[in-house]
């Protein structure tokens, strides 16, 4: 999460919801610095890309920004974002058919460039301590990123919210519109699934 | 005794405690006697927590400009018409383009299926903007004069169709008393009933997607609707004037794909009602 503007009082997400129903675009520009990270994360996890990752949560946050009139205090204003991000995800071929995506447009580079880090736009958001480790994780995370590919959609929503954001089954349930139950039997079926797409591809 | 393979389908479950006793003691026993499921029990803990530490994209320093570029290049207006205009008004002779009464509508999504949810509460703001005048177009290029306000004596209306669902709670009810609320005009316009527009509605959850075009129809004022439930589609009512904001509303609603439009013959009819067919269909995964 970015650094809260100076003097900015931290209201809740549901606060700053209503500030932004009622038209106030910082409130909505709080509420993407608490959540970009989050939310570029979760894309690249999905898209394995950086810039189609950037681009699906632009889209998230444009598709949030459209419907917050909509939005009711039911769900969690997280929730409700990820449910947005999924949904794009899931559909995000069809999207791109229609929307005619250029691949060309590029994202600038974070400030402070580290000379020795990994590859074009894949930093470590939170680095290991050791550069060793640091090259395992990205190592595996492409492995990881490949085998993903391979796996049901459902299944693979379950994987990344419950494994690599370590949402509760609860939250999970929520963003996914599924019993627990089902959440817990994607989530075994997925981690199965993917060790057995990680070792065919050693 | 337990196979491997039983064994291994259930790993995941068991790293959670999820198993019931039973067959929890089950995987115990023969875990303790099996090098290679242990093994896979190993690996299968490693893979957890390699998941755990995977390097991600930093947040790049223009994002957030970007987003907001996003957003303020498209008011709902210009993106709806964008949607509606460029594809289709270079395909229709000038005569059938010429009459102001005409509404020529061809919704070409352009929409991801989501979430978002209408609220109930707050009234259509700056979306329901009702053009006082209709499109005049010329072969060449689409121009639009119209001025927009909100239409007049609209939250009087929405009072009164909220006020005869609040007696109902369940949705099904509430959906119920809307139609029956509307039936009445619906029955009226059958004489003149065609259909103008059809869209495909792609929803993940039909039910809901139902529901939310219900609230969407109770909203708007002279707007009337009607489910078919052979057909599973619904058919929506509305003057002339109001197929933009209802178009505009329905963009947040849910995704709607390719369209089948029949463009309306040049002339008014005699109480200028259009009518939109919606085919609910579910959404592939």
Known sequence: MSNPREGEELLSDEALVRRAQRGDKTAFDDLIRRYEQRVITVAYRWVGQRDDALDLAQETFFRAYRAISGFRAEATFRTWLYQ???????????????????KTVSWDQPAGEDPDAPPLGEQVADPAPDPRARAEAAGFGERVRRALEEIPPEMKSVVILRD????????????????VGTVKSRLHRGRALLKEALETEK | M???????????????????????????????????????LAELEQMIQQMKGLPSVVVPADFRSR????????????????AILEPWYLKLPVEALATAAVILIVVQ????????????????????????????????????ARKMEPPAGASTRQEMKRAQSADYQADGEMEQAQLAASSAAVAADQAVLRTDIELDLFAPDLAQARKELADLISRMPEASGSFDEEKSCYFVSLPDEQMEAFLVNLFEVGSFEQTRASVPLPGPAPRALRVIRIHLLPLEP
């Not at chain 1, 690599?164 to 019993?179: C, D, S």
């Not at chain 2, 291994?8 to 089950?26: F, M, N, T, V």
């Open chain 1, 84 to 102: 947005i991000l999924i949904n794009l995800a899931r559909n995000r071929r069809r999207w791109y058919a229609r929307h005619h995506v250029s």
């Open chain 1, 164 to 179: 690599m954001e370590e949402r509760t089954y609860e939250e999970i349930a929520r963003i996914l519109k599924q019993p």
């Open chain 2, 2 to 40: 337990m196979t491997c393979r039983a064994c291994r389908d259930q790993l995941s479950a068991y790293r959670e405690g999820e198993l019931a006793d039973p067959l929890r003691k089950e995987l115990d026993a023969h875990l303790a006697g099996c090098a290679e499921c242990r093994a896979q």
């Open chain 2, 67 to 82: 987003v907001w570029q996003r957003i303020e290049k498209e008011s709902g207006f210009q993106r709806l018409r964008r």
């Open chain 2, 109 to 144: 999504v352009v929409r991801v299926a989501g979430p978002e949810k209408m609220a109930t509460a707050p009234p259509l703001q700056e979306a329901t903007m009702v053009p006082q005048e209709l499109a005049v177009m010329n072969q060449d290029r689409p121009t639009l």
